[in-house]
């Protein structure tokens, strides 16, 4: 199985404020997700993002909001802008592996206050 | 549309009691099925799979099988340690829906010695 990082691993951050998110894989992977896991919640995908293309986001999720880049096969970062508390949660990125089981990495917790 | 039942939580068990956390899905086609496990402040880990109906998969003393019958894939456990309290997620990955996971709303499962 693939190793994944995230940076930062936590952050504390001011509403209006922008935090991007990176998210880096040992491995080169087709595909990279990213989801949000609100507080006691379950994950909720936000969108997917694919080395050479735009992200594919998914229904309630717009590219303004959470801007992503895909540089390369192993490098991904998701961008929560002008945050609101609302946006507190654990964003986690994940890869796909070989039986359509995905990876995930350890997870942002972001605190807006 | 796709989608995966997890029983409420939390649970509490005692340290050897058999544990069984119940998960029913709806798709279309095959799916892929899956349980992920979230220790405290922790990402997302893979804890078993399966990829067709009457498949088990199993890691760590925990067992789930496929069945299509029922659309059923109930985690089990023969004796739970008081380390397997975390939170568990049932999930699919549906053909033609680009590799996405979809997640059940998670069962916590608290062990006491």
């Known amino acids: 199985s693939a190793v994944i990082s995230q940076k930062p691993s936590r952050d504390i951050c001011q509403r209006g404020t922008s935090l991007t998110i990176q998210c880096q894989v040992d491995?080169?992977?087709?595909?990279m997700f990213w989801y949000r896991q609100q507080p006691g919640q379950s994950l909720t995908l936000i969108a997917t993002?694919?080395?050479?293309?735009?992200?594919?986001?998914e229904s309630g999720f717009v590219i303004d909001k959470f801007p992503i880049s895909r540089p390369n096969l192993t490098f991904s970062t998701l961008t929560v802008s002008n945050m609101s508390p609302e946006d507190s949660s654990i964003y986690l990125c994940?890869?796909?592996?070989?039986?359509?089981?995905?990876?995930f990495g350890p997870g942002t917790r972001l605190t807006v206050l | 549309g796709n989608s995966v039942t997890q029983m409420e939580g939390p649970v509490t068990l005692s340290e050897e009691a058999f544990l069984t956390i119940n998960c029913t899905y709806t798709?279309?086609?095959?799916?892929?099925l899956f349980w992920y496990v979230q220790y405290p402040g922790e990402g997302l880990q893979l804890l078993l799979k399966?990829?067709?109906?009457?498949d088990k998969g199993s890691n760590k003393g925990f067992e789930a099988t496929y069945r299509k019958e029922t659309t059923s894939f109930h985690l089990e456990k023969g004796s739970v340690q008081v380390s397997d309290s975390a939170v568990y997620f049932c999930?699919?990955?549906?053909?033609?829906?680009?590799?996405?996971?979809?997640f059940g709303q998670g069962t916590e499962l608290s062990v006491k010695p």
């Open positions: 994940s890869v796909d592996g070989s039986s359509n089981e995905q990876f």
């Open positions: 491995s080169q992977v087709t595909m």
């Open positions: 993002a694919n080395q050479g293309s735009e992200a594919t986001y």
């Open positions: 798709a279309t086609g095959y799916p892929s």
């Open positions: 399966a990829t067709k109906a009457d």
């Open positions: 999930a699919l990955s549906a053909y033609n829906q680009g590799g996405k996971l979809i």
